[in-house]
Nanobody
Framework: QVRLVESGGGLVQAGGSLRLSCAAS????????MSWYRQAPGKQRELVAG???????NYADSVKGRFTISRDNAKNTVYLRMNSLKPEDTAVYYC???????????????WGQGTQVTVSS
């Protein structure tokens, strides 16, 4: 069994910062790409940032220069540092990871349960 558990969400004023964490645990052989998505009320889930196992990153245009994704492969953890937060960043943030399972060596997409980020104006 593999789990992704997010933490670090909360309420912050516009211009503030938060750091989200997502730790993977369980029967893991290897973790490939890791990503953060978000879903605001009434909107579709969208990709915020992604990072490969080698450390290459990509960002949505709306967060470039403000958000930074990173990972600690030894801890099976991905982070999202969010600076200069805006009210439009308010959403539930989800962690996603492509994980090769130790049990059968299949690559499966896993999702965390989500963490709420609310930015007040």
């Amino acid at each position: 069994q593999v789990r992704l558990v997010e933490s670090g969400g909360g309420l912050v004023q516009a211009g503030g910062s938060l750091r989200l964490s997502c730790a993977a645990s369980g029967s893991i052989f290897r973790i490939n790409d890791m990503s953060w998505y978000r879903q605001a009320p009434g909107k579709q889930r969208e990709l915020v940032a992604g990072i490969t196992s080698g450390g290459s990153t990509n960002y949505a245009d709306s967060v470039k220069g403000r958000f930074t994704i990173s990972r600690d492969n030894a801890k099976n953890t991905v982070y999202l540092r969010m600076n200069s937060l805006k009210p439009e960043d308010t959403a539930v943030y989800y962690c996603n990871a492509a994980i090769v399972r130790r049990t059968d060596y299949y690559t499966v997409d896993f999702w965390g349960q989500g963490t709420q980020v609310t930015v007040s104006s």
